[in-house]
């Protein structure tokens, strides 16, 4: 398996779309499957089944996973497969995420202190997960670099998986990503390809939030992405 393992709005839908474009991955998005059975992988290919998403002869099976309930308690065998962590600042997450909550009605983030709390759990979490991935089954990747840099992040994921023919900044928008949470509903559908703009990693304390919950989101990020230094994620 391939998956991302990140937080929500931290740019996951884009590179999601890149990756299932490819004709060697299987997926769409985030089918919401929980990976703690040793048939979670299973139950991926009947979700991608079930959404004309299921690619037969493809070399990946392809899931993205942004919510604790969902990688918890997980088998040895979750961690044979290829993981992209993926990590935005906490201000601007944390930002988006309130305002995606508002136009979607997800009552569980619908303030900056339950947004920020779900992003330091979140961090945390996956802190956890990349110690347990050894250095060749793991890269960690900034979502300010992707969107700034697209086309040259692209290729190196697409290298980093050894993937035939080279992946390619482009692609076509599942309908699944649409629907059901499986993406972003916003605006991927509209694109074909990342487009790059200017983002640089914000870390300005989060506002509308206690100043210590602001702080651990902080020091959450700097903890994990700082693991993602050349000696420690995969060449």
């Not at 398996?1 to 996951?12: N, P, Y």
């Not at 290829?82 to 201000?91: H, L, N, S, T, Y």
């Not at 309130?98 to 619908?110: F, H, I, Q, Y």
């Not at 900044?169 to 991927?188: C, R």
């Given at each position: ?125 996956l802190r956890e997960h990349w ?31 050894g993937l035939n023919p080279a ?33 640089e990693a914000d870390l300005s ?31």
């Open positions: 398996m391939i998956v991302i393992l990140s937080h929500m709005r931290g740019a996951t839908t884009a590179l999601s779309n890149v990756l299932c474009s490819h004709e060697q991955i299987s997926g769409y998005g985030e089918t919401h499957v929980s990976h703690n059975r040793s048939y979670s992988p299973g139950q991926v290919v009947v979700n991608q089944y079930r959404r004309n998403a299921w690619k037969k002869e493809a070399d990946f099976l392809f899931d993205k996973i942004l919510h604790n309930g969902l990688d918890g308690d997980l088998p040895d065998t979750f961690y044979g497969s290829r993981a992209i962590f993926m990590v935005r600042a906490p201000r601007p997450s944390i930002s988006s995420i309130v305002k995606l909550s508002a136009e979607t009605g997800m009552k569980n983030v619908n303030t900056p202190e339950k947004a920020a709390t779900y992003y330091l759990n979140r961090l945390e979490r110690e347990r991935f050894s250095p060749v089954q793991r890269l960690g990747l900034h979502s300010e670099q992707l969107l700034s840099c697209p086309d040259a992040e692209v290729s190196r994921v697409g290298t980093w998986l992946l390619r900044n482009a692609y076509i928008s599942h309908p699944a990503t649409q629907a059901h949470g499986g993406g972003d509903p916003t605006l991927s559908s509209k694109l074909t390809r990342i487009e790059a703009r200017r983002e304390p989060v506002t509308g939030v206690p100043p210590a919950l602001s702080e651990a989101c902080l020091q959450a990020y700097r903890a994990l992405t700082k693991q993602f230094s050349p000696t420690n994620a995969a060449p």
